[in-house]
């Protein structure tokens, strides 16, 4: 959270350095948003913190002081980044953005008159894959989707897997593999100027902010991986790159947003990739009391292993 702090306006900052260590270690985003109030998100539930019995009202001024922060007072330099609507800060955390867009010959050109800002708290946790090793692990890595809406903790759990691929495991007598991220939204390895901010081992290779398809094939050309690594496909180009990357024979660990897998099969454009029965397993998270609980592992056919 120190690397948070730093960026906050100092107003901001005491308000939330007031509250409990317990509550500083739950918050999972904070929300600016222009002229309306500060919001913390903590397990799920939104709150607004207090100055004089009234909730901080965010002015423009506190947004500029972000900005500012984010961009070591050089927007120029930062023109990419807030194209793509957020901004990946040391320690692995993320900030998104939302304002106003500039459309050019129908892309995003630019972000401007941003009004709201989410910092979106990011915390490893370290060796949270271990326990399904047996499941996703059988003389090689299995291909492995998985499964969950918003803030199940996906990326939480497809961080420690590519991990643990790329240190081994003595206890399962797995040797380390290469591991190849391609890390479309900087969440993954959250690179900040090409260096992963989490601990990742080390053979792991990033291609940060770059396309999932685009990415995948030029970390087969380039970098030789046995396990590929993507967050969220979803696109026809993903699931074309993703056969394309299994014919090479490298393995996928990859995530995507839905409820279940019978979810998952009714989204048209992963259904070639799944009707190939390219996945050997599918992980099914849900929230829970807290991100990251595990609701079933299962086979292609659909069987809950853990039963």
């Known amino acids: 959270m120190n690397e948070v702090f730093q960026m906050l306006p100092n107003a901001i900052r005491a308000l939330i350095e007031k509250t409990s260590p317990t509550f500083l270690q739950k918050i999972e985003e904070i929300r600016l948003r ?12 939104p709150y607004y913190p207090k100055l004089n019995g009234s909730p901080h009202i965010v002015s423009k001024q506190d947004a500029i002081y972000l900005l500012n922060k984010l ?3 050089s927007l120029y330099a930062f023109e990419e980044e807030l194209k793509r609507g957020y901004i990946a800060v040391k320690g692995g955390h993320r900030v998104g953005i939302s304002g106003k867009v500039t459309i050019e010959k129908g892309e995003v050109k630019a972000i401007k008159e941003i ?5 979106r708290i990011a915390r490893q946790k370290i060796g949270i894959a271990e326990p ?36 081994g495991s003595k206890k399962h007598h797995i040797d380390p593999k290469k591991v190849g991220i391609v890390d479309e939204r900087s969440e993954i390895a959250g690179c900040v100027k090409g260096v992963p901010q989490h601990s990742l081992g080390d053979r792991v290779d990033v291609l940060d902010a770059c396309p999932k398809a685009e990415g995948m094939m030029m ?7 046995d396990v590929i690594v993507v967050d969220e496909i979803g696109r026809k180009e993903d699931c074309e790159s993703i056969i394309e990357a299994l014919n090479a024979g490298v393995q996928m660990m990859m995530t995507v947003h839905a409820n279940s897998m019978e979810d998952v099969y009714l989204r048209p454009m992963l259904k070639p990739i799944l009707d190939s029965r390219i996945f050997d397993r599918f992980v099914e998270l849900t929230r829970r009391d807290a991100p990251g609980f595990v609701r079933a592992i299962r086979n292609h056919d659909g069987v809950d292993l853990l039963k």
């Open 34 to 45: 222009i002229n309306r109030p500060l919001e913390i998100i903590v397990e799920g539930k």
């Open 71 to 73: 961009s070591d007072y």
């Open 115 to 119: 009004g709201s800002y989410n910092i």
């Open 132 to 167: 399904y090793i047996p499941y996703l692990y059988d003389k090689r890595w299995l291909n492995t989707l998985i499964i969950g809406s918003p803030q199940t903790g996906k990326t939480t759990l497809l961080r420690d897997l590519a991990r643990m691929i790329s240190t």
């Open 219 to 225: 970390m087969i050309r380039s970098m030789s991986p």
